[in-house]
């Protein structure tokens, strides 16, 4: 089973999963890295792991069609079989989710249905909750809507701020996003050597 990992940004959840993988902790082989950000710091981790990496914008394919197109073609080409979302910011549209249906999976730093879409941490601090949390989920054709796997509940304490807040919330998600995606990976092994 081949898994891409989409991202965006700096990629400590990318991190975590390429170790998982490295030491066959996954089900799977992990073939592909997807970034929308050529510059991102991710795509230097993928390197470091010698996973290969693809990098482009929605920009320079001329919208967001073209984009998803494009992405479909390079899914096809690594024959890909499951997504792993890890700090990927944008929505998955029909072209993609038609092909991978419940094949894609999100972490979302909040306890949805609270908070979804950007600066989630953010929000529930400013909102003085006492508690936020972290979300797996199946990605569907809404924003973070998609059927829940699993979810953890993280404190907010008095003396948080954002750095202080988003550190335990990342620390929570580094826990959990591995555990549940080895589970998910391994169902899915498991089914298919059934239907053999």
């Given amino acids: 089973m081949k898994v891409a990992i989409f991202a965006s940004g700096?990629?400590?959840?990318?991190e975590i999963l390429a170790q998982k993988f490295e030491s066959n902790e996954m089900a799977g082989n992990l073939t592909l890295l997807f970034c929308d950000h050529p510059d991102a710091?991710?795509?230097?981790?993928?390197?470091?792991?010698?996973v290969p990496v693809r990098s482009f914008t929605v920009k320079e394919c001329g919208g967001k069609l073209p984009y998803e197109k494009k992405i479909m073609e390079l899914l096809k080409e690594?024959?890909?079989?499951?997504?792993?979302?890890?700090?990927?910011?944008?929505?998955?549209?029909?072209?993609?989710?038609?092909n991978y249906e419940k094949k894609i999976v999100?972490?979302?730093p909040a306890y949805l249905p609270e908070y979804p879409g950007l600066h989630s941490i953010e929000r529930a601090l400013s909102d003085h909750r006492t508690q936020t949390g972290v979300t797996v989920?199946?990605?569907?054709?809404?924003?973070d809507s998609g059927?829940?796997?699993?979810?953890?509940?993280?404190?907010i304490l008095a003396t948080d701020n954002l750095e202080t807040l988003e550190q335990r919330v990342h620390e929570?998600?580094?826990?959990?996003y591995p555990q549940v995606v080895k589970e998910i990976l391994l169902k899915i092994n498991k089914k298919e050597q059934n239907d053999q």
């Fill in 78 to 98: 690594f024959q890909i079989d499951f997504i792993v979302l890890a700090g990927y910011l944008r929505v998955i549209g029909p072209t993609i989710l038609q």
């Fill in 10 to 14: 700096n990629g400590t959840n990318f």
């Fill in 41 to 50: 710091p991710v795509v230097k981790r993928a390197e470091n792991h010698q």
């Fill in 172 to 176: 929570c998600e580094h826990r959990l």
């Fill in 137 to 143: 989920h199946y990605v569907d054709d809404g924003l």
């Fill in 147 to 155: 059927p829940v796997i699993e979810q953890r509940r993280v404190p």
């Fill in 106 to 108: 999100n972490l979302h």
